[in-house]
T-cell receptor, first 115, second 117 residues
Framework: AQKITQTQPGMFVQEKEAVTLDCTYD???????LFWYKQPSSGEMIFLIY??????QNATEGRYSLNFQKARKSANLVISASQLGDSAMYFC????????????FGTGTRLQVTL | NAGVTQTPKFQVLKTGQSMTLQCAQD?????MSWYRQDPGMGLRLIHY???????DQGEVPNGYNVSRSTTEDFPLRLLSAAPSQTSVYFC????????????????FGSGTQLSVL
């Protein structure tokens, strides 16, 4: 069974600072994908970044980067130069390989960006 | 470019009533799924489908039925609503049921906020 753990229910960061949101995972699948989604107060789910289990380099998408440490089974999201619009819930999720793979979500981290 | 369309956005039911949450996607995605989101519990998979005519249970299927008669549509039925089904429901789809690459990210609908009194 797949499991995603996000141990930070809430985080605060000052505008223009960097912040790291933690995510650890557990799976028996040899290949898998890791995803981060953002959910602003409006409620929609916005895809941010993806990391494949066999990718050699950490993924980056603009101000978002994923600190992938396979041996530790961690996939932390790093947001650089935080903006007020980054205030939202952030979910880490994993999809295992194989037929009918399912996306398993963590419980989320609420990020608040302050002036 | 509609993506994943969910209706209704809000719904209030009385215990025991039935209803169907509609979900349609126009991206020719094989994989469709329903999640519920509850405070402190993240998103939990209710049912999913890997193609027309094929459905399977997720993590929390009790009290819900699904069917997939076309590639585009994946309705979720509550046969006898209970207060425990008060939640926000998301429909999501992806291109392939088996891929794990970046292109296999889920596209989400805007959600349905359901209250059962």
């Amino acid at each position: 069974a797949q499991k995603i753990t996000q141990t930070q229910p809430g985080m605060f960061v000052q505008e223009k600072e960097a912040v790291t949101l933690d995510c650890t995972y557990d799976t028996s699948d040899p290949s898998y994908g890791l995803f981060w989604y953002k959910q602003p107060s409006s409620g929609e789910m916005i895809f941010l970044i993806y990391q494949g289990s066999y990718d050699q380099q950490n993924a980056t998408e603009g101000r978002y980067s994923l600190n992938f440490q396979k041996a530790r089974k961690s996939a932390n999201l790093v947001i650089s130069a935080s903006q007020l619009g980054d205030s939202a819930m952030y979910f880490c999720a994993m999809r295992g390989g194989g037929t009918a793979s399912k996306l398993t979500f963590g419980t989320g981290t609420r990020l608040q960006v302050t002036l | 470019n509609a993506g994943v369309t969910q209706t209704p956005k809000f719904q209030v039911l009385k215990t025991g009533q039935s209803m169907t949450l509609q979900c349609a996607q126009d991206m020719n995605h094989e994989y469709m799924s329903w999640y519920r989101q509850d405070p402190g519990m993240g998103l939990r998979l209710i049912h999913y489908s890997v193609g027309a005519g094929i459905t399977d249970q997720g993590e929390v299927p009790n009290g819900y039925n699904v069917s997939r008669s076309t590639t585009e549509d994946f309705p979720l039925r509550l046969l006898s609503a209970a207060p425990s089904q008060t939640s926000v429901y998301f429909c999501a789809s992806s291109y392939s049921p088996t891929g794990i690459g970046a292109n296999e990210k889920l596209f989400f609908g805007s959600g349905t906020q359901l209250s059962v009194l």
